[in-house]
């Protein structure tokens, strides 16, 4: 169902740096602004980023995102292992799918 | 603070009703339109729809149009989500959702099980 695509899975050690991207379309990505949630086992997603590169309050600020077209990405440097998780990014979507989309998600394991 | 407290967990035969409340407390009920996400175990979340509390208005995913109803009681501040119909594959996690700008809220989520 989830119109945004994104790798099943990125890995890394600690301290690295993994990115994980989101592709999207004109009516979403291509429209909107990105927003990325982190999801811990058994709670719920937690807002990471919004409006394509904004941290809410008591975001670390090793976590950055960016948009470029019908793409985008989220970067986690210095990787911690409190960082494994899934992460998904979401947009508005002007079509009929929405008009609020998820992606597939991306499980980050830290090695 | 912002809070968003659900109904508790559900199980339900195939073609029946389930209906999940929302109490919110904490900010004006009728600022904020409340969505509904689902989450199938193993699975991304996946947005249903939402309402306008003060107006009642209702937008739905395509894909649960004629399924799903969304509803409010202003006077206690909650929100209620009614699917019908059920079958296995909706078996998930209900969230009722605040989606703001800069921020949102999630309630704690809803367990619905369909079983026969």
């Known amino acids: 169902q989830s119109v945004l695509t994104q790798p099943p899975s990125a890995s890394g050690t600690p301290g690295q740096r993994v990115t994980i991207s989101c592709s999207g379309s004109?009516?979403?990505?291509?429209?909107?602004?990105v927003n990325w949630y982190q999801q811990l086992p058994g709670t719920a997603p937690k807002l990471l980023i919004h409006?394509?590169?904004q941290r809410p309050s008591g975001v670390p600020d090793r976590f950055s995102g960016s948009k470029s077209g019908t793409s985008a990405s989220l970067a986690i440097s210095g990787l911690q292992s409190e960082d494994e998780a899934d992460y998904f990014c979401?947009?508005?979507?002007?079509?009929?799918?929405?008009?609020?989309?998820f992606g597939t998600g991306t499980r980050v394991s830290v090695l | 603070q912002v809070q968003l407290v659900q109904s508790g967990a559900e199980v339900k035969k195939p073609g029946a009703s389930v209906k999940v409340s929302c109490k919110t407390s904490?900010?004006?009920?009728?600022?904020?339109?409340i969505n509904w996400v689902r989450q199938a175990p193993g699975q991304g979340p996946e947005w249903m729809g939402g309402?306008?509390?003060?107006?009642?208005?209702?937008g739905y995913a395509q894909r649960f149009q004629g399924r799903v109803s969304m509803t409010r009681d202003t006077a206690i501040g909650t929100a209620y989500m009614e699917l019908s119909g059920l079958r296995s594959e909706d078996t998930a996690t209900y969230y009722c959702?605040?989606?703001?700008?800069?921020?949102?809220?999630w309630g704690q989520g809803t367990l619905v099980t369909v079983s026969p």
């Open positions: 409006s394509n590169n």
């Open positions: 004109r009516s979403n990505i291509g429209t909107n602004f």
């Open positions: 959702v605040l989606i703001l700008t800069d921020s949102d809220y």
């Open positions: 979401a947009a508005w979507d002007d079509s009929l799918e929405g008009p609020y989309v």
């Open positions: 904490g900010y004006t009920f009728t600022s904020y339109n």
């Open positions: 309402m306008d509390p003060d107006s009642g208005n209702t």
